[in-house]
T-cell receptor
Framework: GDSVVQTEGQVLPSEGDSLIVNCSYE??????LFWYVQYPGEGPQLHLK???ANDKGRNKGFEAMYRKETTSFHLEKDSVQESDSAVYFC????????????WGLGTSLAVNP | DAGITQSPRHKVTETGTPVTLRCHQT?????MYWYRQDPGHGLRLIHY???????DKGEVSDGYSVSRSKTEDFLLTLESATSSQTSVYFC???????????????FGPGTRLTVL
C-alpha cells in the first residue's frame, strides 16, 4: 500500500544552522508531492509542492526536490530562523486520486535562538 | 485565508453522549474532509465528501458518521462518544477544478474535543 516516512520526532537546530528533513514515499502510481506546515494552535497549511520528477518546490527559503529515482522529497533550508519553528508534514498524493493525501507523522522543528 | 470555520472550537463531554461537530465553508469547494490529530499519529482521515450527499470512509471511520446536505456544511457525528475519541479535529476543503491548485487542502482552525 501507499506509505510515507519522514524524519521522526523533534529536530532542534540553532538559528543559522542548515536543515534537512527527510521524506521517503512508496506509492503504486506516480504521485504529486507536498509539504504542509502547522504552527501552534492552527491547522496545517500548504508549504510547498512539486508535481513531477525534478521539479523543485520553494517557499520562504525552504526547498524540496522531487527525486523519482530515490522516491524522496527531502525538505531543506540553508539557514533556519526561530520563526521556522513548527511541525512539518510530508504528504504525497497518488496520481489519479485527487481525493486523498498520504500523511507522514510530522517532524517538529524547534529552532533555538 | 480560506473561509473555513469549525464549531464548536472546544467541547468537553461525557462518555456515551452524542456529539456533532460542524464545518462550514464559504469557498464553494467540492471536497471536504474530517481529520483527527493525536500525538504520535499525525493526521488521520476519518471521512471525506466529494459532493453533496457523497461521502466515503477514511482510515479511522469506526464510531463516526458524517452528513453533507449542502455544499457549505459538513457535519461529523460521534453517536456515543468514548474517551478514545478525545482529540483535535480538523476540517479541510479542496477543489480539484481550480487551475494550478493541484487539489491543495485548506484547513480550518480545529476543534478540541475532550471526552471524560
Amino acid at each position: 500500500g501507499d506509505s510515507v516516512v519522514q524524519t521522526e520526532g523533534q529536530v532542534l537546530p540553532s538559528e543559522g544552522d542548515s536543515l534537512i528533513v527527510n521524506c521517503s514515499y512508496e506509492t503504486t502510481q506516480y504521485p504529486s508531492l507536498f509539504w504542509y506546515v502547522q504552527y501552534p494552535g492552527e491547522g496545517p497549511q500548504l508549504h510547498l509542492k512539486a508535481m513531477k520528477a525534478n521539479d523543485k518546490g520553494r517557499n520562504k527559503g525552504f526547498e524540496a526536490m522531487y527525486r523519482k529515482e530515490t522516491t524522496s522529497f527531502h525538505l531543506e533550508k540553508d539557514s533556519v530562523q526561530e520563526s521556522d519553528s513548527a511541525v512539518y508534514f510530508c504528504a504525497p498524493r497518488r496520481a489519479g486520486n485527487n481525493r486523498k493525501l498520504i500523511w507522514g507523522l510530522g517532524t517538529s522543528l524547534a529552532v533555538n535562538p | 485565508d480560506a473561509g473555513i470555520t469549525q464549531s464548536p472550537r472546544h467541547k468537553v463531554t461525557e462518555t456515551g453522549t452524542p456529539v456533532t461537530l460542524r464545518c462550514h465553508q464559504t469557498e464553494n469547494h467540492r471536497y471536504m474532509y474530517w481529520y483527527r490529530q493525536d500525538p504520535g499519529h499525525g493526521l488521520r482521515l476519518i471521512h471525506y465528501s466529494y459532493g453533496v450527499k457523497d461521502t466515503d470512509k477514511g482510515e479511522v471511520s469506526d464510531g463516526y458518521s458524517v452528513s453533507r446536505s449542502k455544499t457549505e456544511d459538513f457535519l461529523l457525528t460521534l453517536e456515543s462518544a468514548t474517551s478514545s475519541q478525545t482529540s483535535v479535529y480538523f476540517c479541510a476543503i479542496s477543489e480539484p477544478r481550480l487551475a494550478g491548485a493541484h487539489n491543495e487542502q485548506f484547513f480550518g482552525p480545529g476543534t478540541r474535543l475532550t471526552v471524560l
